[in-house]
Nanobody, 131 residues
Framework: QVQLVESGGGSVQAGGSLRLSCAASGYTASRYCMGWFRQAPGKEREGVAA????????YYHTSVKGRFTISQDNAENTVTLQMNSLKPEDTAMYYC?????????????????????????WGQGTQVTVS
């Protein structure tokens, strides 16, 4: 199993930017498919972005396309979520996830990246507040 630690959350005004990081340690193969989810109070957890590091394919929720970017940091064990043009509706607890059961299947990012039950490992979350 892989261990995940998120960082980079905080409070920002609408239109601002934040960069979330997810540092992974543990079983290397389980880091190849990673995702970011968020959950606002009273709402279900939703997939924001996902990346298949084996090929670089990505998935983005419609609401964040063009504003958020998921990528692998220079350190191989870190995945970042660059969030620009933030809106109040982006306010939520953000979670990093890894160790997807379907990792490596064709079209993984599009088909499975936003499915929370696909992931076996989760970070503790980092709060993002946009006012």
């Amino acid at each position: 199993q892989v261990q995940l630690v998120e960082s980079g959350g905080g409070s920002v005004q609408a239109g601002g930017s934040l960069r979330l990081s997810c540092a992974a340690s543990g079983y290397t193969a389980s880091r190849y498919c990673m995702g970011w989810f968020r959950q606002a109070p009273g709402k279900e957890r939703e997939g924001v972005a996902a990346i298949y590091l084996g090929g670089g394919t990505t998935y983005y929720h419609t609401s964040v396309k063009g504003r958020f970017t998921i990528s692998q940091d220079n350190a191989e064990n870190t995945v970042t979520l660059q969030m620009n043009s933030l809106k109040p509706e982006d306010t939520a607890m953000y979670y990093c996830a890894a160790d997807s059961f379907s990792c490596g299947l064709p079209g993984w990012a599009r088909r499975y990246g936003a499915v929370s039950t696909e992931y076996n490992s989760w970070g503790q979350g980092t709060q993002v507040t946009v006012s």
